[in-house]
């Protein structure tokens, strides 16, 4: 059964950064995508950035372009989200989701990812 447990969220003031990481286990992942989403109150669970287990591939959201950055560990099946510069408009519940369809792309279709966390709240005041 595949477990994706999201922790490093936090209250920050505005221009600090956090790291999330995403612990996964259960399954063998190299075949898959992983996703960074994130959900305000109010709002749709939005894309922040992706990664392919196997190939590296990157994307991400507009919301993250320059300020965020995913990256991976494959020894420790953890992928992490860097991000520098937040805003106060970063506030949101931050969820690590899995999506087990192979390829070289990353989707940014929440409907695309089959496992989801728990997700970690990141709250940042201005």
């Known amino acids: 059964q595949v477990q994706l447990v999201e922790s490093g969220g936090g209250l920050v003031q505005a221009g600090d950064s956090l790291r999330l990481s995403c612990a996964a286990s259960?399954?063998?992942?190299?075949?898959?995508?992983m996703g960074w989403f994130r959900q305000a109150p109010g709002r749709e669970r939005e894309f922040v950035a992706g990664?392919?287990?196997?190939?590296?591939?990157?994307k991400y959201g507009n919301s993250a372009k320059g300020r965020f950055t995913i990256s991976k560990d494959n020894a420790k099946n953890e992928v992490y989200l860097q991000m520098n510069a937040l805003k106060p408009e970063d506030t949101a519940v931050y969820y690590c989701?899995?999506?087990?369809?192979?390829?070289?792309?990353?989707?940014?279709?929440?409907?695309?990812?089959?496992?989801w966390g728990q997700g970690t709240q990141v709250t940042v005041s201005a």
């Open positions: 989701a899995a999506d087990r369809a192979g390829g070289t792309y990353v989707n940014t279709a929440r409907s695309s990812y089959d496992y």
């Open positions: 259960g399954r063998t992942f190299s075949n898959y995508a």
């Open positions: 990664i392919r287990w196997s190939v590296g591939t990157i």
